[in-house]
C-alpha cells in the first residue's frame, strides 16, 4: 500500500488531458493505496483571475472530482487553501531552495518568456516559487507516488532533491522521498488545434481543448475540427502524425486498450471514423460525469464531503508539520 497524491490547479475548467494524465491513474490506484487528491486554488493564484471565476472554478472541480468516481472513503478529497500547513512548509522549504535551481524550472522559463520578453518586471514571484509549494503539498503527507503528467515530472524531482538536502541536514527520517508515476503512452494528451504542444486548460482557444464541462455536442464539434494531416492514414506516430496520434491515445486511454490494438481495429479505416468513434467515447465519459456533476454542484453534501477532507488532510499535515518544526528549531 502506497501514499499517493496529486492535484489540478483551478485555472480553468479540468480538461480531458487532466483526466487521462492525473485523474484516472488516481482512479485506477484507488482501492489499493492511500489517496489524497485536492484541489489547487492556491497554485491557481499564479495565474491572475478575478474572485467569482477563481470561487465557480473552485466549487466546479470539487464536483468534478467527486463526479469523476472519487470514494471519500478511500480518498481524501481536499481544497489546498483550507489546509494551512501548506503555505507555512512551502515558506520553510523556500528556504531551502536556491533561486539557481527554481529558474532552471523548464515550466518557469516557458511561461515566464510567455509574459515577458524583457526582464522579470512582469512574472509574478509565485511563478517561480511554486514548485516549493508543489514540494510541500508532496511532502506532507509523507507521500510516495505523484501520478503527473510528463510536464510536471521535474518538480517532482525538484522535491526530493530539496528534500534529500533537508535529509541530510536535519535527520535522514524527516521526509520521504516522493517518485512521479507515470504512463508514458497516455502521459501527453495534445493540444487539438497544434497537436505538437500540450493539451492545457489555461489555453485562450477553447477548441484546442475538451473541457470536462463541455457539452457533448460541442465536445465532438471539438474533435471533429482537431487538425490531423493529408495523408488520411491511420497509424501511431507521434512525431510524425502528432494529430492522429494523439486521437489513438485518447481512444486507448479511455477504452482501456493497448495502442496497438486500437490501431489494429482502426486499420484501413478514414479520419472521418476515427474522429467519430473518438468523440462517442469521449461523449460517453462526458454524460456521466456531468450527469453526477449535476446533482452534487453547490450542495450541501459536497460541502459535508470537503470538510470530511479537510479535516483529514488537516489532522496528519498539522502533525507533519510539527514534527518539522521541531527538527529545524522552530
Ligand atoms: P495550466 O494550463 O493552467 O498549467 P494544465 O491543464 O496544465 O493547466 P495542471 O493543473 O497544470 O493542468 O495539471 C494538473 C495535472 O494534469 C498534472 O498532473 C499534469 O501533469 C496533468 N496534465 C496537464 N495537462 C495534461 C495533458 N495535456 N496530458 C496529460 N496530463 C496532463
Ligand atoms: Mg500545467
Redesign the pocket.
Known sequence: MKKII????T??TI?L??Y???IKPMLDLQNDNEMFMFI?DL?ALV?PSDAKDLRLRISNASAIYFACGFDPKRTTVFIQSEVPAHTQLAWILNCHTTIGELSRMTQFKDKSAKKSSNGTETVPTGLLTYPTLMAADILLYDIDLV??????KQHIELTRNIATRMNNKYGKDLFTLPKEYTNDV?????DLQDPTK??????DNQKSFISLLDKPEVARKKINSSVTDSENLIKYDPVNKPGVSNLITIYSALKNEKIDDVVKHFDGKNYGVLKSEVADVVCELLENIQTKFNTLVGTKELRDLLDRGKQRATEISNKKLKLINEKIGL
Open positions: 496529486t492535484g489540478i490547479t485555472t480553468g480538461t488531458g487532466n487521462i494524465g492525473a489547487a497554485h495565474t501520478p503527473v503528467g510528463k510536464d510536471q497516455t502521459a501527453k494528451i495534445m500540450k493539451m492545457s486548460k489555461s489555453s
